[in-house]
């Protein structure tokens, strides 16, 4: 059911915002992108203010010119609609428009994504422009394709204009039906928050001391992806109206939007924006940290949405807003790392962000390929290289699928429920980040699995082992789901706090875990949060002892359950930790806590899940990555780390990149990318 | 005067919610109830939406339900007046009724507390509430009291509606009769801040960088109090009239509210809801911190409100809200130790929060003593023990008094004031805190005195030692009457800034410590903060040293003074820290700094106060506190640490729970807790 | 080209607010401030209510009988406009005189400086206090002068009432005419941000996520400065009408204020407020930090705007208000430090601040040179003893020059711009700060040079040396001048950063360093952040190896320029870090890093500027200041530490205070001053 790019050949392009600059250096511009192999350009996302510089009055001619500079030169057009960024009339003349802080402050014009996504009024001027840019572009020879607005969600992600709050109550009316039903889901006998009438409902308003009702805070969120959708379904709706051959996609990855369901029900495949960079000032926390390398798991998860996929933005310089995200520059080798990273977890087009630094607003140092000065420079030098390789392997992966045998599971539900829930929510991540180095550092690709309610079976049964951590909502047609899956033969692994909440985030009247209790061969006996100030618990697991923080269920397993880990002191000292039970075929392991990269090693090897290829010996700095088409398999080699890697090759392979053979031992430079190839036997 | 609950034997209750639950599982859950040796159920008090579900459409056919079943199963009924939450159609037709913040920002349904105490229209609707459930329920078998709705100024205890600012005006004007006189009381004068119309008074207001007139600060506390105060007293004058059989309290213990003259005013007696388990995430700071014990200290204050007093929610289970107060469990024994800890410091009556875990809501985590699934657990098991227990106790201990000769003095005024000045408030909590770790580590009973302007000589008389540890504010009144303690023998303690500052918060055109000077024979020569980036100063008091941060007040003692402690270093070295002075029969002893619990044991050994049972030998972990009744003395021993302490007993004592006698040696096990008894001498 | 003030001798002086006191207390008063040697006296800065108590009542009893008194007792008076603290009336009937948050909440009664400078009416009323105040004491012969309104742009430094957007939408028409003008000065291409009509243009309002267009963020800080101005030249102008044989000064020195244009235009001299203790409380960072000796370098940059200068608030006490800045004490010694270190670096009248610590409002710990009591204190004692010693130098060094060889050059467009722009603007105050450490430890006065656009080359050719550490906004006429500079032997030095913006803060399309290019011999071959979380890099500079900490320029010198540092490590090892270059006959410095001690030092080592008083030998405790007049130099040895200093003297010194003579080896006391006189040969 994934939409996917369809591509013929893997090709490069970069974004371009030709307003920025004198026309006089659009020729050079587009003859230099032409030198570096680029195929694409993405114009006009921001420009709203040039198509429609008074209301109702358009202009094409602008970029009617930088089109038909760019369709002289060979490139292929990406228009972007330019709702990020309404005008200064627009917003002038309707402040209706605007989104509005919880606290009732009204969001203005002088940055972007000002707007929200429910207003009549801006329904309506979007659509127009939207439309009237369709109209005029849909048969230019150079555009192919349309992105949708830019980063739905981005910079903020939440909405309290008046339009807002209506359009919420609407929706919880279309959701429910009566409002007995809207007091049953949301719990509100307890506080005496029974709604009477409709005109009572509103999005989560200001309260004393800021806690709100939780279950109405889960329909917030889907609420706003809905609205998020719904606003894109506008535009994609008159795109394809009036715009038929063209594709149609929006990038970035944002909370509170289903994604998935934003590309299942209007994008021919998802993009992507990635910046690694971000490592350098956000670094991951914990044990061996991911840094730049935890995007692969954001590809991931975008892959679990469009397998074959673009980017959108692919970082060529170091970021930075004036006034905030102050990235270092990246490392020579390191753009083409970031690259490579993309191609390997399915990216069939990339384009680079951006193709010129910006010498005014707020991005003037989110640099871009080439500097102010517009002279030759490293990044240049490293682009160039890139393109050059990649006309090598350009026709063969195409379209080859990622591979794998595991796959962490997530949904939105509980990471929306859970951002609220500091009970289990903020857990997730944690162990979703720790599986996952898991994975990266014992050289199996992994999957994201989106787990909703369309998810079947068939969907489940691609892979060997599914670990979900902390499914604290499970409906009982998701926990049948995973049953037949396991009796089927599969493998899954839960954490602490798994099962015990139905889909309005209500705790079932089951003991722990819930819904999962069967499935698992436990309930939970006791249990206790970890308090800041005390000392660590541990578990003695296999011989090895490991500290259990944050969250510790005491369990009590049934007969034919088999007792993995148990706690090695509190006053739960020796009650289990960890279980592991036979269910058909299948095997399901609970275990009490949060997961850390040791505990879910030591399940690996419980499981007897090994490295994916059996004949490369790498290091841990290094990612195996595999994509296959018509029975090839590519696999990618990314070191990650400035050192050179030492890794042993049992076979001959055949390198793609350098067309050579490799075997034995070989040391790998400091950010190299190697890909081998083999036909599967 | 201090209102006291007056039972005839300690009881035990539980709050619950029916209208969280099925209607079947009622009968159950008071069989269960009876059968853990409750007597006592709390109902309605946010049940507001089920009383009047639409305005002025009253019903009671539910809680008659509840109520009657109650009744059929023996329990005693407290029923809860339900304003802490006015239903979503009160504050959507009346938003005047609601609380807004200092900003301006209405604070909205969705929350608890979210109305004001002096909207015309709320007084109106509550009082409406009130006098229907009165009338209703007055007569019914089952119900024996009132509590005024729930935790007054908790969540939120500033007031900023339009309603607080024109009844802050006229109580200004009622406490002041002139402008002049508020321009004086204020110190307008100081930036031409002086008011010409009573119409330019409001509350403080938004400033520029936020800091406002300090005077005016300490009325605004003053004034919330009132509110508050006549807000429950609207309530309490109709249960009167109109259940003039039934009792009446309020209960939880909050900020900017004089819960003395609130009790003495309107109530029977008070109530507290007490978690020590908050201890496990806000620990007491500093040397040895006290954790849950610190509430030993907060019952103290209790019963300088109420001599015997009710807990109405006393900790069942792990506490926590969705999205905040991540409490880990109480240890096993913990919830036994501490519903001792409260019967110690005079409880009379406990009620456990709450029967079952809520499954909806902010509350889902805030766990009662039933889980979600019902079934057995360790903490049903632990509260059964504890019920049967005080079985054999009930009638002795009921009615005893706390028995302490010394105190720990406390006051309203320099609560309040000193929330704003940082050059003395913060100093309070943590003297109170130290000194009250010394008298528990040396086993000596201690209580809190509310100094007041109705306390008379014969409060402080109660006492050989008084620690007032930094009373900036000190009238002429309660000047002599220190002084009058002391020359009839008694013992104070001052610490720096003491004795400076009038009524309303302004110094006095004097040597510090202003009107305290004759009674402690010292001026302050000079004095300093102590910085944050400097060495900390030290002073040599007996043999040994002691730091001094914070504050050092260079002392210049009379020739009648003894001089305890010099400075050993900064430019003021060897200059006099601390002083004692005779005073007719009496001591005083000032000293310049913010005590330490090293300090107080100094000061305690100064003035010859040793433990108060000299025939019991305890380690610090174990807490003794006394009660009396009829000549007979209750002594309980409470162990708050998990390892087992060793103690000594120097004769034989009757020991309550066990039926035993003790002699000698023996080992008290982690958080046990023993009640011995003796006839005083 | 500045104004300075031309004083007789060298006076004191102290701040008194009579309004504060009993009547009674003023004769007491102003004898005690004669016997203290005082000539002056402040008053009435924030007595607007006292003098129009009701609009339109203007009344001068009260503070006719304070003057009249002062003049008896031989004191001069300054008075202060009183606009700082607009009475309660003026707020109530007009609130469009209140500033308002950028969030729209309207600041109010009960702090100072509330108002805005841009209201019609706000102006209207403080021209008419002005204009009667003037009138009425234009020829009191004891009036001297007045300060206008207190510390402009103190507490808070932007604004956004209505008055103030309109006004800045005029500002910005009259600045730039068109609106293409601003489009392009803005950048407004940028994110569609193009105004299309003037009611489009407001000052920085609300974001989504709080980011602004940083060109209008520069434009904001302009018209701030150019609002306070006009403000204050309103008041001016109505003085030198009403009152002109009087002086005309204002005090304090904040932010988004051009305060050496303000002086320039309005003033007779500019007035600061020294309160060097803030060092204990908010101490610099970094190695061998200045702590209240920083205050040198804030006496510099007064210096810079008027040459001699009055002191008009000196601490005199321990400051802080009830709620904040808590600070310690002065030490003995200190206030006598601080009263020679202003003497030193310009100042001609010095007033204390305050006469007595106020015993209501926010300043009840902003202790003066009297406590509460009254009494004699070692303040009084201390400020004493001043006072007798500078009768002894006041004719002597009144209006004698500061001397500096150096100076560290500052401007607005930079800090201000700066103020937004983390990529450059935060190393501005430390470069400043490390330089102004070298200067001071290596016994080299200095001074602060402000470049703007009225600067000249006289004014650069008084210096051997310019420090520039980081000009990102570099014009081609500073450019242009900064090159003649060198070129007849000047030399400089700059940091990281420099030359690449233009005035509207848009980087140049040209290579770094932009438009310095060519005055210094290098373009910037690649750059870097440096990362929270990586390992800092270094570079070797003659024989030693620094950490070049938070940016890295990697250059690309040009022929004829030499070496002076290369990085040892990351991936530009090797490759220059600070270039020499000669041009003319003089020599540029770039180093393509912010400034540390030990860099600023090693350069000073490179150019060749050591001590400027070769005979005397000092630790780095003792800072050396001169101040010439007549050919007679006088040379001023403050001693920071607490701790005696061994100096030694290697000829036969003539000292002012003592009246002895010093030579060779001899100790000088903590906190002792020298101030030795020679001729200069």
């Given at each position: ?5 369809k ?6 392009g970069?974004?371009?915002?030709p307003e ?11 003859e230099?992108m032409?030198?570096?192999g ?8 921001f420009?709203w203010?040039?198509?429609e ?7 094409f001619?602008?970029?009617?010119r930088?089109?038909?500079?760019a369709h ?12 990020a960024?309404?005008p200064?009339?627009?917003?002038h ?5 605007l ?15 000002h ?5 009549k009024?801006?329904r ?5 422009i ?8 849909h048969n230019h020879?150079?555009?192919?394709g ?5 980063e ?6 939440v909405?309290?204009?008046?339009a807002d ?13 009566t409002l007995?039903?809207v007091?049953k889901?949301?719990g509100?006998t307890?506080?005496s928050?029974?709604?009477?009438s409709?005109d009572?409902?509103?999005?989560p308003?200001?309260?004393?001391n ?6 109405q805070?889960?329909?917030?969120k ?6 998020a ?7 994609a709706d ?7 051959n ?8 944002f ?6 369901r934003?590309?299942?029900?209007l994008?021919?495949?998802?993009a992507y924006?990635?910046y690694?960079?971000?490592?350098k000032i956000?670094?991951?926390?914990g ?13 991931s998860?975008v892959r679990?949405i ?6 959108f933005e ?7 807003w ?6 270092p ?11 490579y ?9 990339i384009?680079?962000f951006r193709w010129r630094?910006a010498?005014?607003?707020?991005e003037i140092?989110w ?22 390789e ?9 379209g080859?699928?990622?591979?794998a045998e595991?796959?962490i599971?997530t949904?939105?539900?509980?990471q ?6 500091k ?11 720790e ?11 992994v999957?994201a ?13 691609n892979?060997?082992?599914l670990?979900?951590?902390?499914p604290a ?7 049948n789901?995973?049953?037949?899956y ?40 006791d ?10 618990p ?11 923080n944050?969250f510790?269920e005491?369990l009590n397993?049934?007969n ?5 880990a ?15 039970s036979q269910?058909?075929k299948?095997t399901?392991i609970y ?6 990269l040791?505990?879910a ?14 004949s490369?010996?790498l290091?841990e ?7 296959e ?9 990314l070191?990650?780390s400035?050192s050179s890697?030492t890794i042993?090759f ?9 067309k ?6 070989i040391e790998?430079k ?5 890909i081998?190839?083999r036909?599967r036997k």
């Amino acid at each position: 059911m994934t939409k996917s790019l369809k591509a013929n050949q893997l090709e490069l392009g970069v974004c371009y915002y030709p307003e920025h600059w004198p026309e006089d250096l659009w020729e050079n511009d587009y003859e230099r992108m032409r030198e570096l192999g680029f195929s694409y350009v993405r114009l006009a996302e921001f420009a709203w203010s040039i198509f429609e510089p008074e209301e109702g009055n358009f202009s094409f001619n602008f970029f009617d010119r930088a089109i038909d500079l760019a369709h002289k030169h060979g490139l292929k057009v990406i228009l972007g609609t330019p709702t990020a960024t309404p005008p200064a009339w627009l917003t002038h003349k309707y402040p209706e428009v605007l989104n509005v802080s919880q606290q009732g402050v009204q969001f203005q014009h002088g940055m972007r994504r000002h707007y929200n996504y429910n207003s009549k009024k801006y329904r309506e001027l979007s659509a127009r422009i939207v439309t009237k840019m369709a109209e005029h572009y849909h048969n230019h020879p150079a555009v192919v394709g349309w992105q949708i607005d830019n980063e739905l969600n981005c910079e903020i992600d939440v909405f309290y204009s008046d339009a807002d709050h209506e359009s919420f109550r609407s929706w919880v009316k279309n959701k429910y039906g009566t409002l007995d039903k809207v007091n049953k889901a949301w719990g509100t006998t307890f506080w005496s928050q029974t709604y009477t009438s409709w005109d009572q409902i509103f999005l989560p308003r200001p309260t004393v001391n800021g806690s709100k009702n939780p279950h109405q805070l889960l329909d917030e969120k889907r609420f706003i992806s809905d609205s998020a959708i719904s606003y894109a379904k506008l535009q994609a709706d008159l795109i394809r109206k009036f715009a038929p051959n063209h594709w149609i996609t929006t990038n970035g990855m944002f909370n509170h939007l289903d994604n998935h369901r934003l590309t299942d029900e209007l994008l021919d495949f998802f993009a992507y924006d990635s910046y690694p960079n971000f490592s350098k000032i956000f670094p991951d926390q914990g044990e061996k940290p991911l840094l730049d390398r935890k995007w692969s798991w954001n590809l991931s998860a975008v892959r679990s949405i469009s397998n074959n996929f673009a980017i959108f933005e692919q970082q060529s310089g170091p970021g930075g807003w004036v006034d905030r995200i102050e990235q270092p520059s990246p490392l020579p080798g390191q753009i083409r790392l970031w690259t490579y990273q993309s191609v390997a977890h399915g990216a069939d087009m990339i384009l680079y962000f951006r193709w010129r630094t910006a010498t005014f607003g707020s991005e003037i140092y989110w640099h871009g390929i080439n500097d102010y000065h517009n002279q030759p420079n490293r990044r240049i030098a490293e682009i160039k290289e890139i393109s050059q390789e990649l006309m090598r392997i350009k026709e063969k992966i195409v379209g080859a699928k990622f591979k794998a045998e595991a796959a962490i599971v997530t949904d939105y539900d509980n990471q929306w429920d859970g951002e609220t829930d500091k009970w289990y929510g903020p857990y997730i991540k944690q162990s979703e980040q720790e599986w996952f180095k898991a994975f990266q550092y014992n050289h199996i690709p992994v999957d994201a699995l989106n787990f909703d309610e369309n998810t079947n079976l068939s969907d489940l049964t691609n892979y060997k082992l599914l670990v979900y951590p902390h499914p604290a909502i499970m409906t009982d047609r998701k926990a049948n789901l995973l049953k037949q899956y396991v009796e089927k033969g599969g493998k899954v692994v839960f954490g602490c706090r798994s099962g015990y909440k139905d889909v309005n985030g209500q705790p079932y009247m089951l003991p722990f875990p819930g819904v999962l209790r069967e499935l698992v061969g436990v309930t939970v006996e006791d249990f206790t949060r970890v308090g800041e100030y005390q000392e660590i618990p541990e578990a003695e697991w296999a011989t090895e002892i490991f500290q259990v923080n944050q969250f510790n269920e005491v369990l009590n397993n049934d007969n034919n359950t088999e007792i993995l880990a148990r706690y090695k002191n509190a006053y739960y000292e020796n009650k289990p930790a960890a279980v592991k039970s036979q269910v058909g075929k299948g095997t399901t392991i609970y275990f009490g806590g949060v997961f850390t990269l040791d505990i879910a090693n030591v399940i690996l090897d419980e499981l007897e899940i090994s490295k994916t290829v059996e004949s490369i010996e790498l290091s841990e700095a290094v990612e195996l990555a595999i994509r296959e088409k018509d029975g090839v398999e590519y696999i990618f080699l990314l070191n990650y780390s400035d050192s050179s890697q030492t890794i042993t090759f049992k076979e001959e392979w055949n390198e793609l990149i350098t067309k050579t053979k490799l075997n034995g031992t070989i040391e790998m430079k400091g950010f190299e990318v190697l890909i081998l190839e083999r036909r599967r036997k």
